[in-house]
């Protein structure tokens, strides 16, 4: 039976996906060894995205949570998420990109999945070259869209161009959840292809319903490596379920190399903090076509609905939808996928509350057309709708700019000089000043549940090692525990 491996998402993929980011490392160290010894090819665990989240609301160090999975799961790699820019919005100084590539591997990260928001091919290179010399295995992103660009012979290019620069594997990635169970068929064999001997993964979201149906056919077309998150982190707006996708790629004849009794407790345990913390619990959706038309991501539209919501306007929706389709053609079929899908979101938006298309710019937007984004994207677009951007007062302002390029000192001398080490210094440019000082100075963590034993396990320990104790008893509704010190005599 051929094989079939996992690479697991639960920890970035689908805390970003259903619980806004909202996973504290408390949550994870209680089941990291059980992830790590479950066959996982790779645990996805961090995003430059991330550090602004868990700084300012959580107080949680990013590179602390690093090093504490990387040493309770020393089997399994550990995988970042990296982009065109580390921060995701915004243009990051070279300087800084690179010294974030070295502090991952320093902390524990293995691999980097490298994804561009429009494939392109430089950006990969430069991508792909930064992180090798960092030591870091890469895995490039393929990025699935729909649009009369989005071909099959696209694909079939960008694939060569992987080929070409010797990735360590390719992977199929459709963030927007947009793939078919018979489109996947024909792109995945597409991508094998032309892969040779590259290993390929797949990647999808269950925002129409059909993630997991997509899963099984990339692994009858030949992908051997799938990206799955644990329930309840699963489904929903996240990636399809791995006990699912298991389980039915061995009714099919195929080989998992996955111990889903090891994960159990880990669904079981992420359940449990769902319910404390009142978090979402990942479950599948019906399936809607006109997703496929505006192809905006499911954490986004939640995100729009919350802003309508606020200023009384929720009823806009529909229009907002349909807007996005438009500024999309418009702006010549960008990828539905951060940070594109937010510019176009935000743009439509604009729109639909002016009453006039384009009345209103949004820098971003602005910033596109003038080729900042890329002279490509900037080329695709509608030409009379550029003309008329970048005629406008605004767009000659921002012409001029240039991305700074500060070097690595005079970073260090605006986030607290000479004296602030690396992994302080990149906490503190994704988070700010202030939050940091903010986390630094918030009451320490309890020690239970810090080194991956459950809260009452590492308790009990403790407790047991106390001289002066005869017994412990822990008793809660049907559950007893009782243990008590044995004197052993002599003879």
Not at 397 to 425: C, I, K, N, T, Y
């Amino acid at each position: 039976m051929k094989p079939v491996h996992f690479v697991d998402t639960t920890l970035r993929d689908g805390n970003a996906s259903l619980w806004a980011m909202g996973m504290r490392t408390d949550m994870i160290l209680p089941v990291a060894a059980r992830i790590d010894r479950a066959g996982f090819q790779s645990i996805e665990i961090t995003t430059a995205s991330f550090f602004k989240k868990m700084v300012r609301e959580h107080r949680n160090d990013p590179w602390e949570r690093l090093r504490l999975v990387a040493k309770l799961a020393p089997r399994t790699p550990l995988r970042a998420i990296i982009g065109r820019a580390t921060a995701t919005f915004e243009h990051t100084p070279a300087s800084v990109s690179n010294l974030y590539l070295e502090r991952l591997v320093a902390n524990g990260v293995r691999e980097v999945r490298i994804s561009d928001s429009s494939n392109t091919v430089s950006v990969w290179e430069r991508r792909v070259r930064d992180s090798r010399r960092a030591g870091l295995k890469t895995i490039l992103n393929l990025v699935y869209s729909i649009s009369p660009v989005h071909t099959d012979d696209y694909y079939k290019k960008l694939t060569r161009e992987a080929v070409k620069l010797g990735v360590d594997r390719i992977c199929l990635k459709d963030p927007g959840g947009l793939l078919k169970p018979e489109r996947t068929r024909v792109l995945a064999q597409v991508v094998v292809r032309e892969a040779k001997e590259v290993p390929v993964e797949f990647h999808t979201h269950c925002n129409t319903g059909l993630g997991p149906l997509c899963a099984l056919e990339a692994v009858k077309a030949g992908i051997d490596i799938i990206n799955p998150a644990i329930p309840p982190l699963a489904n929903g707006s996240s990636n399809p379920s791995v006990f699912n996708v298991a389980e039915n790629a061995a009714a099919l004849g195929f080989a998992p190399t996955i111990d889903l009794d090891a994960l159990r407790p880990v669904s079981d345990h992420f359940t449990q903090v769902a319910r404390r913390e009142g978090l979402p619990v990942g479950t599948p959706l019906e399936y809607k076509e006109a997703h496929f038309m505006h192809q905006v991501p499911g954490g986004m539209i939640s995100n729009l609905r919350h802003q309508l919501a606020q200023m009384k306007m929720l009823d806009r929706l529909p229009e907002v939808l349909q807007e996005i389709v438009r500024v999309r053609r418009d702006f010549g079929y960008p990828i539905m996928v951060t940070p594109y899908s937010q510019f176009v979101g935000v743009q439509a938006t604009l729109n639909v509350f002016a009453g006039e298309r384009y009345k209103q710019l949004s820098d971003q937007m602005i910033h596109y057309a003038l080729g900042f984004w890329g002279q490509a994207e900037s080329a695709a677009m509608d030409p009379d709708l550029r003309d008329r951007i970048l005629a406008s007062p605004r767009a000659k302002e921002l012409a001029g700019w240039q991305p700074p390029e500060p070097s690595l000192a005079e970073v260090r001398e605006h986030f607290g000089g000479p004296g602030v080490g690396d992994d302080e210094l990149l906490t503190r440019y994704l988070a700010g000043n202030d939050a940091v000082a903010a986390m630094r100075a918030a009451p320490p963590k309890s020690e239970h549940g810090m080194d991956g034993r459950l809260p009452l396990v590492a308790l009990i320990d403790e407790l047991a090692r106390k001289s002066s104790l005869s017994q412990i008893r822990v008793e809660k509704k049907d559950f007893l525990f009782h243990m008590a010190r044995v004197e052993h005599s002599g003879g």
